[in-house]
C-alpha cells in the first residue's frame, strides 16, 4: 500500500467516524435540532458588521451569481476565518483581556 493510499484510508475512516459521532450527538441532543441556512456571500456585509473591525469589502455579487453553493460556503468560511485571526492576532493585547 502506497503512502497515498495509507492516507487516503485513513481519511475515509476518520470521515466515517466523524459521521457516526455526528449521528449520535444528534439523537443525545435535547429535542429537534434546528437547523440554519448555511452561510452565503450576501451574508458577508453582516458577518464583517458583527466583527467590530475597520473594514471596507468590495463584493460583486453580479461576479458570483453563478458559483455553486459550495463556493459560496468557503469563500463565507476563508473571510470569516480572515477576521478571526485579525482579531487574535493583528490587533495586540487588549485592556480588559483575558
Not at 453582516?46 to 471596507?56: F, H, K, N, P, T
Not at 468590495?58 to 480572515?82: K, L, M, N, T
Amino acid at each position: 500500500m502506497s503512502t497515498a493510499d495509507a492516507i487516503r484510508t485513513l481519511a475515509v475512516r476518520a470521515l466515517e467516524e466523524l459521521r457516526h459521532m455526528v449521528g449520535v450527538l444528534r439523537v443525545a441532543g435535547d429535542g429537534p435540532v434546528e437547523r440554519r441556512p448555511q452561510p452565503r456571500l450576501s451574508d458577508l456585509p453582516r458577518l464583517i458588521g458583527e466583527s467590530a473591525l475597520d473594514v471596507d469589502a468590495d463584493i460583486d455579487y453580479q461576479e458570483c451569481a453563478s458559483c455553486p453553493e459550495g463556493v459560496e460556503r468557503a469563500a463565507f468560511r476563508i473571510v470569516q476565518e480572515a477576521l478571526a485571526s485579525v482579531r487574535k492576532h493583528a490587533l495586540g493585547p487588549r485592556s480588559g483581556s483575558v
